[in-house]
């Protein structure tokens, strides 16, 4: 059995207007029957632009938000065995209050041992981290940001969960310090046998940390491979614009990048049938009537023209462009 | 004769916990119709130094020397300044919502522009404006729209014709492509590479630079540390700071080699070279005394290594 199952989950968002009855005039639709599993062990990468639903996902899958329909099912106790990371570093940790007192959260929630060995534990996770044990009682003032993740993440271990979701975990940082954190994310991993599922809009990020990885297009997994897999043979066209646009400092790499139409459209009202046709360079008159479903084994994808190997997708034209936004 | 020529640029903030020093001799050119990418990480200075020239950072202190054109920037009186700012030099910044006045149409901004540096009538200005959006893939019509009707990427899209609206000579992006998506980044480049002028980009992406600059210079706490080429910086970086950037980025599935510490505090950085603490080839000497650009006039760096080479 999978460590975690998620079965065609949805969570939308109400949209309400008026003062006393506040009447419900449309939803967002964040989510929008996804289904997915992680095995124990993997780390599975999730990637999509902003408004792709990938951070709604994340806390269906931590509890932290109660789906509107569908189902996730998690072999052990989800409270205690899932835990995240999440992306602000600055936002993410209470000011006032000291680290060695924030780390120990989940264990006073738990009720877990005495004071006198909460805080050795805490001392264990600050020096497991690669944070000075001798800094317990100091304030996320006085950290850096590098250090303030450090600090989320040795709040998440605390519990010795089995299940980690990272939110955007190093997008706040500059580059040479992302990488400090994404080596100790690996470390741990090994270390502690967790496993990870690991959101980012960085691609060569999340290539590197995923054994799989899923993408994400308006609320629908698209596409979902193994690592290599997707990014060397990607199916379906948006994950070819997404790894052609992605920032790569290479720069003798050809630069034949699909630059696609417009802008991702609103959530609240997406398109029908394929959700990504109006932008899409291969889309036919089926894409607009019938919806594709996510077929495949191993390597899956959502689409009824899916880009053949070696096939060159054309860019939008440069020219005008309706109404967007 | 390059368009802007900086030599030793020097910006200080006045803080109650003694002089921040931003920005600590720093020296660049510009030529005519090329882009110059910036780049470094939070803290290193460089959007300040290239803001410190058009006067954008109050309360900042700002010495050294910058022609434009063979006219000296720093010092000018604030009107002659804002003159050249909007005319000649344009600019476009990562947050196009807080640059855009949020109750007026776009074209009225741009057309507003006009009018304000050109002996033009109202009618025309409107002309101009409409063109400008066109330019940049809005149609023409929506000029009479609001920054709110538009999304992020036309909002920048709306920004860089603006930037473009009176023909300047050189545009100034800081950050342009930081708060947009993949796909969106994607149309904002290929936009920003058929511009024409010239262009400096600031940026803490790499692959910005890859892709758009050709010229690059590499800041650090305050400081220059490389210049180079685009394609000599990816290909043979020298510092050993650019070099640890570089091998920070993820290459496919290999071990990612991280620069250990973090940046130093611009109210008391370290002695000798910026960059000493955290160096993995550091010598006796460098803590001791600061390198000056050492090596070819293409391709130096400040590091003392460079002398042995």
């Known amino acids: ?39 124990a062990g993997e780390t599975l990468g999730v990637v999509g632009e902003s408004g792709c639903g990938k951070s709604t996902l994340a806390r269906c899958m931590t509890g932290l938000y109660e789906v509107t329909s569908g189902k996730i099912t998690f072999d052990g106790d989800m409270r205690r065995d899932v835990q995240m990371v999440f992306q602000d570093p600055y936002g993410s940790l209470n000011p006032r209050r000291r680290i060695g007192s924030i780390i120990a959260d989940p264990l006073v929630i738990h009720r877990e041992g005495t004071a006198a060995s909460r805080r050795e534990r805490v001392k264990e996770l600050m ?151 109006p932008r899409c360079p291969k889309a036919q008159e089926r894409c607009t009537v019938e919806e594709p479903l996510l077929l495949g084994d191993g390597h899956q994808w959502a689409c009824h023209f899916p880009v053949e190997p070696g096939e060159h997708l054309r860019s939008a034209e440069p020219g005008l462009e309706g109404r967007a936004g | 004769m390059s368009l802007l020529e900086v030599a030793d640029l020097r910006v200080t903030f006045p803080t109650p916990d003694g002089d921040l020093r931003a920005v600590r001799g720093v020296s660049f050119e510009v030529r ?16 300040v130094s290239v803001q410190a020239l058009l006067g954008l950072v109050p309360g900042a202190r700002v010495e050294g020397s910058a022609l434009f054109d063979g006219e000296q920037l720093i010092g000018m009186p604030a009107e002659r300044l804002r003159r050249i700012r909007g005319a000649r030099i344009g600019m476009v910044f990562q947050d196009p919502l807080s640059s855009l006045h949020p109750m007026y149409s776009v074209g009225r901004q741009i057309a507003e522009a006009v009018l304000v540096h050109r002996r033009v009538g ?107 080429g685009r394609r000599a910086l990816f290909r043979d970086p020298r510092h050993p700071y650019t070099r640890g950037l570089l091998n920070s980025l993820p290459k496919g599935k290999e071990r990612l080699t991280p620069i250990e510490g973090r940046p130093p505090s611009l109210l008391s950085p370290p002695g000798g070279c910026p960059f000493h603490p955290r160096c993995p080839v550091r010598i006796p000497r460098c803590p001791i005394e600061e390198p000056p650009m050492i090596g070819p006039e293409d391709h130096p760096d400040a590091c003392w290594l460079e002398e042995g080479r």
């Open chain 2, 122 to 228: 109202k009618e025309q200005a409107w002309s101009v404006a409409r063109e400008r959006l066109e330019q940049v893939g809005i149609p023409g019509a929506r000029a009479r729209d609001y920054p709110h009707q538009f999304s992020g990427g036309m909002r920048q899209r709306v920004m860089i014709a603006m930037a473009m609206a009176l023909d300047p000579e050189l545009i100034i992006a800081d950050e342009p492509t930081t708060a947009l998506d993949a796909t969106v980044r994607a149309q904002i480049l290929e936009l920003l590479g058929r511009l024409g002028c010239a262009l400096i980009v600031i940026t803490h992406d790499l692959g910005v630079i890859a892709d758009m600059a050709d010229d690059v210079m590499v800041m650090y706490a305050g400081k220059l540390v490389e210049k180079a």
């Open chain 1, 127 to 277: 020096a497991l981290v690669g944070l000075n044990p001798e800094h317990y009682n100091r304030f996320p003032a006085e950290f850096s940001g590098g250090q303030r993740q450090r600090v989320g993440i040795a709040r998440a271990l605390a519990l010795n969960p089995r299940l980690v979701v990272c939110d955007e975990p190093v997008s706040a940082l500059d580059v040479s310090i992302q990488a400090q954190v994404v080596n100790l994310l690996k470390d741990l991993q090994t270390e502690l046998g967790l496993t990870y599922v690991f959101i980012a809009h960085d691609l060569s990020v999340v290539r590197y940390v995923s054994d799989r990885v899923a993408v994400m297009y308006l609320g629908k997994i698209v596409e979902i491979a193994p690592g290599e897999e997707l990014y060397e043979r990607p199916r379906h066209p948006y994950t070819a614009a997404l790894l052609s646009a992605a920032s790569v400092a290479d720069p003798d790499r050809p630069r034949d990048r699909v630059v696609l139409r417009g802008d991702v459209p609103s959530p609240i009202s997406p398109p029908r049938a394929c959700r990504f046709h």
């Open chain 1, 1 to 39: 059995m999978s460590l975690l199952e998620v079965s065609d989950v949805r969570k939308y968002f109400p949209i309400k207007s008026g003062v006393f009855f506040r009447r419900e005039v449309g939803r967002v639709h964040a989510v929008d029957g996804v289904s997915l599993s992680v095995e």
């Open chain 2, 32 to 47: 005519a119709g090329q882009t110059l990418g910036v780049v470094g990480e939070s803290g290193s200075g460089k959007s």
